[in-house]
C-alpha cells in the first residue's frame, strides 16, 4: 500500500502525492487509486502561464534575477 502525504478534494476529483512525489486520483467506480503518468521532470516544472509565474533555478529571461524571500 502507498502512503500518501498530502491529500488534495475538489468538488468532483480527488488526488494524492505520496512520499516520492508520484500523483494518484482516486477512480469512484472502481474504488480505487490510479497513478498519474508524469510528462516532465521534477527539475523543469515551472508555475503559472508563459511569462508569468515561477521558474526553476537558472530559467528566465536574460538580466533577471532571482529573489528568494
Given at each position: 500500500m502507498t502512503k500518501f502525504i498530502q491529500v488534495?478534494?475538489?468538488q468532483n476529483?480527488?488526488?494524492a502525492l505520496d512520499e516520492e512525489g508520484d500523483?494518484?486520483?482516486y477512480n469512484f467506480s472502481g474504488k480505487t487509486w490510479?497513478?498519474?503518468?508524469a510528462?516532465?521532470?521534477?527539475?523543469?516544472?515551472?508555475?503559472?502561464?508563459?511569462?508569468g509565474g515561477r521558474t526553476t533555478?537558472?530559467?528566465g529571461r536574460k538580466g533577471e534575477?532571482?529573489?528568494?524571500?
Amino acid at each position: 500500500m502507498t502512503k500518501f502525504i498530502q491529500v488534495c478534494a475538489s468538488q468532483n476529483d480527488l488526488f494524492a502525492l505520496d512520499e516520492e512525489g508520484d500523483v494518484y486520483q482516486y477512480n469512484f467506480s472502481g474504488k480505487t487509486w490510479v497513478k498519474l503518468a508524469a510528462n516532465r521532470k521534477p527539475e523543469e516544472t515551472s508555475v503559472g502561464e508563459a511569462g508569468g509565474g515561477r521558474t526553476t533555478r537558472g530559467a528566465g529571461r536574460k538580466g533577471e534575477g532571482r529573489r528568494d524571500t
